[in-house]
């Protein structure tokens, strides 16, 4: 069963947030209907009763002692924002204006 | 015979014994690469002053009589998307075309504070996504066996700085065969480690339960020898393994009598080339002639384990890409609101097959599809970790093909992203396994391309693939073949 993903990719990489030209788009669902149809062939398999594999280590989780280390400095840790200003990342207005609301 | 052509071994030696200064080394591998690297782009940031400063401070250091590490001296590349603290690290990624990490990943520790040069950052398919280096955003690496072949992928530049000797030895990462693939198609030996052998701190981030870093040499030993260096507990990893590693460069005799090797039968894969079957049975025999007891294994689940893996990565990578948003790090595009800069950002930022990954992903996760997608996969996972399982109760190795063909051409995958998926339909299984898997050269196709085998053994059992691989090694004459690089003065002599 061919799974169409033409009516998929707007609200898919809406999710993903990544803008893609129309052109781009086509091409995508066309490769990704193909994709994910061979990816679909494992629901040939009876996993009735199988547990998921998110890992294979078995190991438990680590937790560490609460201690302070050092850490970066605000320069170093800020060093490759591309936009900053007074030791703050700048980013375009989150909270909508008074403007945008009426 | 010149310095570059020499083993990371026999270097080693020299260097201990003072017949050569770190610098001598690493001046003969920077002008190889001088040579070589404008032909097959193999690195994406060279680091020359770097290399010499490192050579020259190891020199001093043993001209003082110091206690130094046996690599020291001996340079080494890194795959660009391990963090070098002040080295741009691009992950071959617009994206991250500026970035300069302020930490080392806890490998390029290990190797710094083992005094080994590091001559530079080899090119990848963006974050490590491909199977031929082709997906890099600044340009291909070409195979040095026929400059019109891919190198595989996608550890190509790694594959192809060591098969030309631009580099002794080299890291790369594995996450779906990117180590064992391309060390099949340029001829040398590469080693995905068990998950959480060596630290993953500082390895920019892909599919966080797959990734792996592992090694490409020349020789088995030369792998044995950087693998004592990077293996190893790190708390910086919480997926590290706390077993105590094992002196992998002694003792790397094979013990044939007692050896159980799977020959796995490839069954319903299309696209095998016979030659590729033919070199792997060759090999089969080779051990059997030895004193190893050969038989058949299937791993039934070897095309499924494609379906799976194409969705387990995709929706890890879908979530660990999340974090480029143009804020912290990273190119940034414009826009009125938040999420009409994120999403151009990434949309600008990213290369196709990152976005088609990063698609998969996303819907293999989204509300209605995770159960039938992202969840299935996972139980998948566990029935072919089943597979494994069953088959080790009767094998100690398994040995199939690294790849199921020779080198392709450039651009004939690139249009049709699943014929590229099935390049690595050999490598597949043993990562999602979490098993350790080498590939090591196995012959020659007609038209004179290498074939590799892979090798894969039960988890923590790096010793007994590198013993293995030294096994084939000693069974060829010569034991390593370069490339004869015709395009280049004289083409240089191809024989370690």
């Known amino acids: 069963m061919p799974v169409d993903f033409g009516k998929e990719v707007d609200y898919v990489a809406r999710l993903a947030r990544l803008s893609l030209e129309p052109g781009e788009k086509e091409r995508m669902a066309g490769q990704l209907s193909e994709i994910l149809e061979t990816a679909r062939r494992i629901q040939e398999l009876d996993t009735t009763d199988v547990e998921p594999t998110s890992h294979v280590t078995e190991l438990p989780a680590v937790l560490r002692e609460d201690r302070i280390k050092l850490s970066l400095p605000l320069n170093r840790a800020l060093q490759n924002s591309p936009r900053r200003e007074k030791g703050f990342v700048k980013v375009p207005r989150i909270t909508a204006s008074e403007q945008a609301e009426e | 015979m010149r310095l570059y052509e020499q083993t990371a071994a026999d270097l080693s030696r020299m260097l201990q014994s003072r017949e050569v200064s770190s610098v001598e080394v690493v001046r003969s591998f920077l002008e190889r690469i001088n040579e070589v690297d404008p032909h097959l782009k193999a690195f994406i940031t060279q680091t020359p002053v770097m290399a010499l400063d490192s050579g020259g401070e190891i020199d001093a250091r043993r001209m003082r009589g110091e206690t130094i590490h046996p690599l020291a001296g001996v340079p080494?590349?890194?795959?660009?998307?391990?963090?070098?603290?002040?080295?741009?690290?691009?992950?071959?990624?617009?994206?991250?075309?500026?970035?300069?990490?302020?930490?080392?990943?806890?490998?390029?520790?290990?190797?710094?504070?083992?005094?080994?040069?590091?001559?530079?950052?080899t090119n990848l398919d963006e974050f490590a996504m491909g199977s031929s280096t082709e997906n890099s955003a600044f340009y291909p690496t070409r195979n040095p066996w026929d400059p019109e072949r891919v190198p595989g992928g996608s550890s190509g530049g790694s594959a192809v700085a060591v098969a030309t000797g631009m580099a002794p030895l080299a890291l790369g990462s594995d996450t779906g065969g990117s180590i064992r693939q391309p060390a099949s198609l340029c001829g040398v030996t590469g080693l995905r480690p068990t998950y959480g052998r060596v630290s993953r701190y500082g390895l920019v981030a892909f599919a966080s339960s797959l990734d792996q870093i592992g090694t490409v040499s020349t020789t088995a030993l030369d792998g044995a020898l950087l693998m004592s260096l990077v293996a190893g507990y790190d708390p910086l990893d919480s997926t590290s393994l706390p077993d105590q590693i094992p002196d992998y460069s002694t003792g790397l005799e094979l013990d044939l009598k007692n050896l159980r090797v799977g020959l796995i039968r490839y069954g319903r894969v299309e696209g095998f080339d016979p030659q590729v079957t033919e070199t792997v049975t060759q090999a089969a025999s080779l051990l059997e002639e030895h004193g190893a007891e050969v038989g058949e294994v299937s791993l039934p689940l070897t095309d499924y384990g494609l379906s799976a893996y194409y969705l387990i990565a995709p929706s890890e990578a879908s979530s660990n890409l999340g974090r480029y948003d143009g804020v912290r790090y990273g190119?940034?595009?414009?826009?009125?609101?938040?999420?009409?800069?994120?999403?151009?950002?990434?949309?600008?930022?990213?290369?196709?097959?990152?976005?088609?990954?990063?698609?998969?992903?996303?819907?293999?996760?989204?509300?209605?599809?995770?159960?039938?997608?992202?969840?299935?996969?996972?139980?998948?996972?566990?029935?072919?970790?089943?597979?494994?399982?069953?088959?080790?109760?009767?094998?100690?190795?398994?040995?199939?093909?690294?790849?199921?063909?020779?080198?392709?051409?450039?651009?004939?995958?690139?249009?049709?992203?699943?014929?590229?998926?099935?390049?690595?339909?050999?490598?597949?299984?043993?990562?999602?396994?979490?098993?350790?898997?080498?590939?090591?050269?196995?012959?020659?196709?007609?038209?004179?391309?290498?074939?590799?085998?892979?090798?894969?053994?039960?988890?923590?059992?790096?010793?007994?693939?590198?013993?293995?691989?030294?096994?084939?090694?000693?069974?060829?004459?010569?034991?390593?073949?370069?490339?004869?690089?015709?395009?280049?003065?004289?083409?240089?002599?191809?024989?370690?």
């Open chain 2, 76 to 121: 080494v590349a890194v795959k660009d998307n391990i963090s070098t603290m002040d080295l741009r690290t691009t992950c071959a990624s617009r994206i991250l075309e500026n970035y300069i990490p302020p930490f080392d990943a806890t490998v390029i520790s290990a190797i710094k504070k083992a005094g080994m040069p590091i001559l530079g950052k």
């Open chain 2, 331 to 496: 190119f940034c595009s414009d826009g009125d609101s938040v999420e009409a800069m994120f999403s151009r950002t990434r949309g600008e930022g990213f290369g196709p097959e990152v976005k088609r990954r990063i698609m998969i992903g996303t819907y293999a996760l989204s509300a209605g599809y995770y159960d039938a997608y992202y969840l299935k996969a996972m139980k998948v996972r566990t029935l072919i970790r089943r597979d494994y399982e069953q088959a080790f109760k009767k094998f100690d190795l398994l040995l199939g093909a690294a790849s199921p063909t020779p080198a392709f051409k450039l651009g004939e995958k690139t249009e049709d992203p699943l014929q590229m998926y099935l390049s690595d339909v050999c490598n597949i299984t043993d990562s999602l396994a979490g098993v350790p898997s080498l590939a090591v050269p196995g012959g020659f196709s007609s038209s004179g391309l290498p074939i590799g085998l892979q090798l894969t053994a039960r988890p923590l059992q790096e010793k007994l693939l590198l013993k293995a691989a030294r096994f084939f090694e000693e069974q060829r004459q010569p034991a390593f073949l370069r490339p004869r690089l015709e395009y280049l003065e004289g083409g240089g002599s191809n024989e370690i």
